[in-house]
């Protein structure tokens, strides 16, 4: 009995775990934006808000390298049960906030700046899934409000790819199939999208940034 108990327990915990999710918050009251949130499950699925109670977040999904890498910093990080807060005095740089979310299970933690070097990756992932986001919400803001302003939003779009600060880099590929055979847009942004889309679809998975 005892054992078969054990083994509801060691069960019920895994599924625990399967189930898990990471939420990441910004709050920087005068940046751009203010605020910003994220969250991703174990099966790479991935949720951009600008505010906390976002109805419309923007949606997206990592590859399974990148989501283990993800998972894999917050297991070392112990799932945020210990304070990430560095005793040095630096400038505000705004309120992190990481939680762990499995079931009845919320451990959070709170800070500003954080030597911890897996915190720092791990803030560095969530960044960049920011960063990739909003890439997106201008690529498509300007496709569908400001064609004129759809090669500026490539370019932006490039120069991020290139520098390694996009993820989940699938997302865009259907906004840039559609710029790319869309007659309607200007022939430097159409050959940019393609290009971009060749790219990515070239492409090998990241694992880590």
Do not use: C
């Not at 762990?100 to 919320?106: I, L, N, S, T």
């Not at 302003?149 to 699938?170: I, T």
């Amino acid at each position: 009995m005892r054992r078969a108990f054990a083994l509801l327990i060691a069960l019920a915990a895994a599924a625990a775990g399967e189930e898990a999710r990471i939420f990441w918050s910004k709050s920087f009251p005068g940046s751009a934006p203010p605020y910003e949130q994220v969250t991703l499950d174990r099966a790479g699925n991935a949720e951009y808000g600008e505010a906390p109670n976002d109805e419309q977040p923007l949606k997206f999904r990592l590859t399974d390298a990148e989501t283990e890498a993800v998972f894999g910093l917050a297991d070392k990080l112990d799932h945020f049960r210990h304070p990430l807060e560095s005793p040095l005095k630096v400038a505000f740089m705004g309120t992190k906030i990481f939680r762990w979310e499995a079931g009845a299970e919320k451990p959070e933690v709170k800070f500003n700046y954080s030597e911890d070097p897996a915190a720092q990756a791990l803030l560095d992932w969530f960044e960049r899934m920011a960063e990739s986001a909003q890439a997106r919400i201008e690529l498509e803001r300007a496709a569908k409000y400001d064609r004129l302003g759809v090669d500026h939003a490539l370019r932006n779009l490039r120069a991020s790819m290139d520098r390694n600060r996009l993820v989940g880099l699938d997302q865009y590929l259907p906004m840039l199939d559609r710029i790319a055979n869309n007659d309607s847009y200007m022939h430097t942004a159409r050959m940019k999208a393609a290009e971009m889309a060749e790219a990515i679809r070239g492409a090998k998975p990241a694992s880590k940034p």
